[in-house]
């Protein structure tokens, strides 16, 4: 782990005010040109939709949750708005990581904890983003983010949930950050 | 005018190319924010590093003006812009799931995306956990099913339920986004800021 003063840091990271002005007008684009926000998680359904039908054509039909979705995306449940959008955020990501020399190979965590302690609760925490997402209609990103531009109570309220929640058991889960 | 892909005037395949330009530019944007990274994110939860806050709200009053003066100027059409429905019950549970999730993971789907893309083991895992987790619910959305539908209250503004207009609404958003700015200066100069 390369050990930074805040005077690198602040000249590596962009200033986050501009950052979020900068994703706001992403966003605004994304509303412009496809009439819809940006998101995440529908990027992830499509993936485990489209494998459930690879796997066992049959199975996707005895779910109804996957099977609705299947219907809405007639023809393939790869060829999404959000699929296309998440292989750019991949490009997009590693793009950034390259020029500001962050590409590195590493499991990173607070030096009190192991990287196996890490890995399981990046893990557990993925299983329930995963999951709430499915049951919240989006993430961070669809739901509360693009929800809040378009002014969408249920963006606020999810934004408030997920943010409260959080907060509420930051304790619990001091030691693996702090 | 706008939005162009709903009414046609661009393709659905220039829609799901400029799709991916879209993405480039989310991703960069995070990953140069230090979304990529677990410990910067949680920073909010703690005081210690309140980029989250930042980048998440400037975002939010930046889209959100825009799309009020764009529409102003009738260069979009708001009726087309899809805005999302309120399941009260599911909104809720949903983000208190999420929320969990969050502190226990450190990231949330998008970001860990840009964490993969530059290496993060952590990252990558966490995406594995997402597989898991959309998988589980769709397995076992029969449970959910009841929960996942109750208290539909169709596609209210927030505006409207607080019998604001949209511009005033607008406004209180900022004041509040301001005011949050400044507890959050606040915080990170008064708790310890590790580097990571």
């Known amino acids: ?178 | 005018m706008g939005p162009l892909a709903p009414n046609e005037i661009i393709s659905e395949n220039t829609n799901f190319l400029l799709a991916f330009f879209i993405g480039i530019a989310f991703g960069w944007v995070l990953e140069s924010s230090g979304f990529s990274s677990s410990r910067k994110l949680a920073g909010i939860f703690y005081g210690y590093d309140a980029v989250v806050l930042k980048v998440f709200f400037t975002a939010a009053i930046t889209a959100m003006l825009g799309l009020l003066f764009m529409s102003a100027f009738g260069w979009i059409d708001l009726t087309l812009v899809y805005v999302n429905p309120t399941y009260l019950t599911s909104a809720i549970v949903g983000g208190v799931v999420m929320g969990a999730g969050f502190i226990m993971g450190g990231f949330c789907p998008g970001t860990s995306f840009c964490g993969a893309a530059i290496g993060k083991i952590d990252a990558m895992v966490f995406i594995g956990g997402l597989f898991i987790g959309v998988y589980g619910f769709a397995f076992t959305y029969g449970w959910w099913e009841k929960l996942y539908l109750a208290r539909y209250l169709g596609e209210p503004k927030i505006s409207d339920k607080l019998g604001l207009s949209d511009g005033l609404f607008g406004l209180f958003m900022i004041l509040v986004a301001l005011g949050m700015f400044v507890v959050a200066e606040w915080a990170e100069k008064k708790f310890p800021r590790e580097e990571y």
């Open chain 1, 1 to 178: 782990m390369t050990i930074n003063t805040s005077k690198d840091k602040s000249r590596k990271y962009l200033n986050p005010y501009l950052g979020g002005v900068l994703l706001g007008l992403v966003l605004l684009s994304a509303n412009f040109i496809a009439g819809r926000g940006l998101g995440a998680s529908g990027a992830i359904k499509s993936v485990v939709a489209t494998t459930i039908g690879t796997v066992n054509k049959d199975a996707i039909g005895t779910m109804p949750f996957m099977a609705e979705y299947a219907e809405s995306h007639s023809g393939n449940p790869m060829k999404s708005w959000l699929v296309f959008e998440m292989f750019g955020v991949i490009v997009g990501g590693f793009l950034s990581g390259a020029v500001a020399g962050r590409l590195k190979l590493k499991v990173e965590h607070s030096p009190k904890i192991s990287s196996r302690r890490r890995l399981i609760f990046a893990l557990a925490g993925g299983i329930l983003f995963g999951f709430g997402s499915q049951l919240g209609r989006g993430c961070t990103s669809g739901s509360a983010l693009s929800g809040m531009a378009v002014l969408s109570l249920g963006g606020f309220i999810t934004m408030m949930a997920i943010f409260g929640t959080a907060y509420a058991l930051a304790y619990f889960f001091r030691k693996n950050w702090i």
